[in-house]
């Protein structure tokens, strides 16, 4: 077992008091997303967004290095009676297939190398959710490691492709102790 993959797994093995909510990203902007198709939380943990997306309708995939989240994200989708594919898989050795989803979103996890294979995973005017931690913080949330942390307007640079649909980050501007901290946030759609 890999270090990566045994780290996940000791940290999904402790039981779960609340479940996690979806990311801000899905939240505060599925009104954008399509009424019907194919959805994909990449590297989901234990897929908060995922049964976002299944609620709305959308068939939706999940994918994570964990085979303990997954399976607690299994059991939490049939408690809320929703259908929720989930699979254990690295996304950063196995991307999705080109032009296979409608919508892919993800949440606190950057892999700069996998960016362009999500845009080609997307199909015609399919949409990306993404959401991960910045470098300029207002305090020592999320990971510490520089490889992890986007640098200024990155996000943007790493899905300049796509048609930008929403954008925000925030940094340290203003007055820090209100707004959207520690993140970057967009939403992209393919041509």
């Known amino acids: 077992m890999s270090d990566s993959l045994q780290k996940w797994e ?32 990449l590297a989901c943990g234990l897929g908060a967004n995922a049964l976002l997306m299944a609620s709305r309708g959308l068939q939706t995939q999940a994918w994570d ?9 299994s059991a939490e989708a049939q408690q809320r009676k929703l259908e929720v594919i989930t699979e254990q898989r690295d996304v950063s050795v196995n991307p999705p297939d080109k ?21 080609n995973a997307l199909k015609p005017g399919g949409l990306i959710f993404y959401q991960t931690f910045c470098r300029d913080k207002v305090d020592s949330s999320g990971p510490q490691n520089p490889d992890f942390l986007l640098a200024d307007n990155e ?3 790493l899905f300049s492709g796509l048609k930008l649909r929403v954008y925000r980050e ?3 501007l203003g007055d820090s102790s209100v707004g959207w901290r520690n993140m970057a946030m967009l939403v992209g759609q393919k041509s």
């Open 155 to 157: 996000l943007l640079n």
């Open 99 to 119: 032009s296979s989803f409608d919508v892919v979103v993800v949440s606190q996890f950057l892999d700069r190398k996998l960016c362009p294979k999500l845009i």
């Open 10 to 41: 000791q940290r999904y093995r402790a039981e779960v008091a609340v479940y996690p909510e979806p990311a801000r990203v899905i939240t505060q902007n599925q009104h954008l997303l399509p009424e019907q198709g194919l959805a994909l939380d």
């Open 170 to 172: 925030e940094s340290t």
């Open 65 to 73: 290095i964990s085979s303990e989240a997954l399976a607690k994200l």
